[in-house]
């Protein structure tokens, strides 16, 4: 039996769906496999329901917060049944983008089922079987369990389970401060329940350690207790409660437990061996085309090692369009890569931080605004925070941004690394009034302020007055 197919993807999550859709949109005939939601992660048990909650979370907050406004704080009445249909809700609105609907539209043959490799370019589905010149492993990733004795007797919640949840914890105990820990603790506290982060080594440890201090701080004012450099060594329950020995402090003793100590490919099940495909110790091996140790065969996503975030999968699922529709042998540019941590106050960071770009560069720039200096967050009363430029030889190679909402801030910094937009053009460019994008505009004037207003530029605007005097 010869090829079925022109292109097969595995999984249809962020990358999956990319790939599938703009192949399929190029007249290639393309079969998406997909074993459970059209969506993936990011839609179903990540991005999506994550950001909902710590919206109902923040509106929750907002009742506590408002005292400086002249508002009184009031201790707000969270419905969590209500907080749930939200979830829902949410989810509800963007599963059409992700639809088989949508995507058989655009000509994709959706297959419902689990794939596993026969060899290098064919796999079985439900007892069928594809073969395609080029295939694509978009299979992502899976919560990665810690060595925790007594761990697999215990009750505890994961992504995949946390929506699913009732009521809300009384206690809960998050296991791991990383994206995904930090996220969940503020978000549940802020809705009522008391919580306990233990994590092993650091809290948001790729980030930044002054911007990460910020929201540490107010985490911890807001009364999440974040234990670091603490592991927990075992598990047990017992009458409704969970406790976890730890190395550190002892016993921390809980409702609920939250499982969020990283990730793992998921790739059980898939018969990587047959396709010749090998598996790293952080996923799937590819190089910088995405290309799996079977050239023939692509991994995006999750799956493969490297970072794990929706806009990456996106980004490979695009490079994959250009390397199978059109033949293009794009290369990945993580250098301007920008990643958001949706705390209050956020978190963002693209290109290098301070200490990274110091280790690779060597003589580095620093420039930094606070937010105290923005008239938007004193108007607002969130003033906390800062912008932090980062730049060596006039080239920008990394921003911190740390204040409410400064995911939105991230996108100049990220073209200024890739020299879309220049520092200069940032610094000069009109913003609106007031704003806190003003605060970009200001960081970049402090790389040309000491020139602007130096020594050359005040002898020449004297001698220009004194022409006119
Ligand atoms: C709580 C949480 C919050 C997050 N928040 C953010 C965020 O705010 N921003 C961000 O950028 N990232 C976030 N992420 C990360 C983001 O969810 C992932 O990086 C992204 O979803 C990965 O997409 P993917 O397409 O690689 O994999 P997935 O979305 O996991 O898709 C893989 C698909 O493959 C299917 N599959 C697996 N094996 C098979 C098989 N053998 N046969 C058929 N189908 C198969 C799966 O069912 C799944 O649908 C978050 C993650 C979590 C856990
Ligand atoms: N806003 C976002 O973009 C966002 C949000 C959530 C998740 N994500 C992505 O999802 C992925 C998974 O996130 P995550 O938070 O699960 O993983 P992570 O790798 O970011 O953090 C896991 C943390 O758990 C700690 N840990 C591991 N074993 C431990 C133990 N036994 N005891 C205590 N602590 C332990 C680690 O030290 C680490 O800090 C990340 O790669 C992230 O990029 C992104």
């Not at 925790?148 to 009521?167: H, R, S």
């Not at 948001?204 to 807001?222: K, N, T």
């Not at 050239?295 to 090692?305: H, N």
């Not at 920008?396 to 400064?406: K, R």
Request: proline share 5%.
């Amino acid at each position: 039996m010869g090829r079925t197919h022109d292109l097969i993807v595995i999984g249809a999550g962020a990358a999956g769906l990319t790939a599938a859709g703009g192949c399929a949109r190029l007249g290639l005939r393309v079969a998406l496999i997909e074993r459970d939601r059209m969506g993936g992660e990011c839609l179903n048990t990540g991005c999506v329901p994550s950001k909902a909650l710590i919206a109902a979370a923040r509106a929750a907050q907002g009742f506590r917060s408002a005292g400086p406004l002249g508002i009184r704080p009031a201790e707000p009445e969270v419905d969590f049944a209500g907080v749930r249909a939200h979830l829902r809700a949410t989810i509800a609105r963007i599963e059409p983008h992700d639809s088989e609907e949508r995507f058989r539209g655009w000509g994709v043959e959706v297959i419902r089922g689990e794939a596993r490799f026969l060899d290098g370019r064919s796999l079985s589905v439900g007892g069928r079987r594809l073969e395609a010149p080029r295939i694509v492993i978009a299979t992502g990733s899976r919560p990665a369990l810690p060595p925790v004795e007594g761990l697999a007797d215990t009750p505890f919640l994961t992504n995949e389970t946390l929506w699913d949840l009732e009521t809300l914890p009384d206690h809960l105990i998050v296991l791991g401060g990383g994206a995904v820990g930090m996220e969940m603790a503020q978000a549940f506290r802020r809705l009522g329940s008391a919580v306990t982060v233990i994590e092993a080594g650091q809290p948001l440890s790729r980030d930044d350690p002054e911007a990460v201090a910020v929201v540490l701080g107010r985490m911890r004012a807001e009364g999440v207790r974040v234990l670091a450099g603490t592991r927990a060594l075992s598990a047990r329950h017992g009458a409704g409660r969970i406790v976890l020995e730890t190395d550190g402090v002892g016993q921390v003793e809980g409702s609920h437990l939250l499982v969020a100590t990283g990730r793992r490919a998921a790739v059980e099940g898939l018969g990587l061996e047959a396709a010749g495909v090998v598996l790293g110790p952080g996923g799937i091996r590819v190089d910088g085309r995405c290309r799996t140790t079977n050239p023939a065969i692509l991994a995006i996503g999750d799956v493969r090692e490297g970072p794990r975030l929706t806009h990456a999968a996106g980004q490979e699922g695009s490079l994959a369009v250009m390397a199978i529709g059109f033949g293009i042998p794009a290369r990945l540019d993580h250098a301007a890569l920008p990643w958001v941590t949706f705390t209050d106050p956020e978190l963002a960071q693209t290109g290098l931080t301070e200490e990274a770009a110091r280790e690779r560069h060597g003589d580095i720039v620093v420039h930094r605004e606070a937010f105290a200096e923005n008239d938007r967050a004193l108007a607002d009363g969130e003033a906390e925070g800062f912008v932090k430029l980062v730049m060596a030889r006039g080239r920008v190679l990394g921003a911190t941004l740390v204040g409410a909402g400064v995911g939105e801030l991230v996108l100049p910094w990220s073209l200024a690394i890739r020299r879309k937009a220049s520092p200069w053009a940032i610094s000069g460019a009109v913003v609106p009034y007031p704003t806190r994008s003003e605060l970009s505009k200001a960081v970049a004037f402090a790389a040309f302020e000491g020139r602007i207003f130096g020594p050359w530029a005040r002898r020449w605007a004297g001698l220009l007055a004194r022409m006119r005097r």
